[in-house]
């Protein structure tokens, strides 16, 4: 699966870094956590479809 990370690891990592209290704008994710951009991208249409299947928007 070329290092994708399956939909549930997104959907936690998202939640991980809602907890945190770290950002969850599209760009500073894009530029921190490309993997997890790039695996979200794969498994849902937007960031946004992301952020709302994760709970956290």
């Known amino acids: ?7 549930k690891e997104v959907i936690t990592q998202i939640q991980n870094l809602h ?3 770290k950002s969850l ?3 500073e ?3 921190l956590y490309p993997d997890l951009m ?4 794969y498994f849902y249409p937007s ?6 299947e994760s709970k956290v928007s």
């Open 1 to 7: 699966m070329d290092g994708l990370l399956t939909s």
């Open 19 to 21: 907890n945190e209290g």
């Open 25 to 27: 704008k599209k760009k």
């Open 29 to 31: 994710v894009k530029q």
């Open 38 to 41: 790039r695996s979200a991208l």
């Open 47 to 52: 960031w946004q479809h992301a952020l709302e």
